[in-house]
C-alpha cells in the first residue's frame, strides 16, 4: 500500500512539472526558443528524413518486383506466340511439300500420260553392301503386282520385285543384281546396263557390238526387250568409254538420269 502510495505522488509530480514548463514555453519570446528548435530540429529531420527514405525504397522495391513480375509474364506470352508461329511455320512447310509432290505427281502423269500409272511415295530405303532398293507405299491393295516398272519424273528408277497389301520392294538400276537390257537412243545399237556395288549413279554398259559407235553423251534407253520394261524410258547419259586389248570387252560408263538419293515421288507402270 506504501508503495502504491508513492507511485501516485511521483505521477503527480511529473504532471506538474510537464504543466509549468507547458506554461513558460507558451509564454516566452519566440526568440528565445530558436536554439532548442534549431536543437530539436537538427536531432528529428535526419530521423525523419530516414523513415522517409525508407518507404521511398520500400515503394521502389515494390515497384520493381512488380516490374518482374510483368516482364515474367510478358516473357512467357512471347514464348507462346514464338511456339504458336514456330508450329505454323512447320504446317505450312508440310503443306508446301504436299504441294510440291502433289505438283510433281501432276507433271509425271502429263509426261508418261500414255501409260496407265499408279503413284506413290518412298518409305524406306533397303540397303546393304550388296543392294539398294527401295520400299514404296503402295501394294496389292493398289493393283501393284511383281515386275511392275516405277519410273520418275527423270526416267527409270526399277521394277517391283515383292509386294505386300500396301508396300513394295522396288530393285533399282543401280543395284548391283539388275541389269537392264537398252540401247543408244540416236543409233539403237543393242548394249546391257548393269548395276554395281561401288557407285549408286553409275551403270556399267556391257555386251556393246564390235561394231557400234558410241560417243560421250550419247542417251540410253530401254529397248523393250527382256519383258519387264516397257521400249524408250530414258535410263542415263554415257560418260566415259572404257577400251580394252579386247573390243569384245570395251564397256561405257553410263549416268543415271534419276538420283537416287533424292528419289522420294515415283510412278508405277500398270
Known amino acids: 500500500m506504501y508503495k502504491n502510495k508513492r507511485s501516485g505522488t511521483i505521477g503527480t509530480i511529473i504532471t506538474v512539472v510537464l504543466l509549468i514548463a507547458l506554461v513558460v514555453l507558451t509564454n516566452v519570446n519566440r526568440d528565445n ?23 521511398h525504397k520500400i515503394t521502389g522495391n515494390t515497384e520493381f518486383f512488380t516490374n518482374l513480375d510483368t516482364l515474367k509474364k510478358e516473357n512467357a506470352d512471347l514464348k507462346k506466340k ?5 508450329t ?25 500420260q500414255e501409260y496407265e500409272t ?12 550388296y543392294s539398294s532398293n527401295i520400299i514404296i507405299n503402295v501394294g496389292s491393295k493398289q493393283g501393284i503386282e ?32 539388275s541389269s537392264v537390257s537398252s540401247m543408244i537412243s540416236t543409233s ?50 554415257i560418260k566415259q568409254i572404257i577400251n580394252t586389248q579386247n573390243i569384245t570387252d570395251r564397256y561405257a560408263i553410263v ?3 534419276v538420283d537416287f538419293s533424292k528419289l522420294y515421288t515415283v510412278l508405277v507402270i500398270k
Not at 118 to 129: E, K, L
Not at 146 to 167: E, P, Q, Y
Open 33 to 55: 526558443l530558436s536554439y532548442a528548435e534549431g536543437f530539436a530540429t537538427s536531432i528529428i529531420m535526419p530521423i525523419q528524413n530516414a523513415f522517409t527514405m525508407f518507404k
Open 255 to 257: 549416268e543415271t538420269a
Open 146 to 177: 511383281k515386275n511392275m516398272t516405277v519410273i520418275a519424273d527423270k526416267g527409270l528408277v526399277g521394277h517391283v520385285i515383292s509386294v505386300t497389301d500396301n508396300t513394295a520392294n522396288v530393285e533399282v538400276i543401280v543395284d548391283s543384281a
Open 88 to 112: 505454323q511455320v512447320r504446317e505450312l512447310e508440310i503443306l508446301k511439300a504436299e504441294n510440291s509432290k502433289l505438283q510433281e505427281y501432276a507433271n509425271l502423269t502429263e509426261k508418261y
Open 188 to 237: 539403237e545399237e543393242s548394249i546391257i546396263c548393269k548395276g554395281s556395288v561401288e557407285n549408286d549413279r553409275f551403270l556399267n554398259a556391257t555386251y556393246i557390238s564390235t561394231s557400234a559407235e558410241l560417243l560421250v553423251g550419247d542417251s540410253v534407253v530401254t529397248s523393250g526387250i527382256g519383258g519387264i520394261y516397257p521400249k524408250g524410258i530414258t535410263i542415263g547419259t
Open 82 to 86: 514464338n511456339e504458336e508461329l514456330e
Open 118 to 129: 499408279i503413284p506413290a511415295y518412298v518409305i524406306d530405303r533397303d540397303v546393304s553392301n
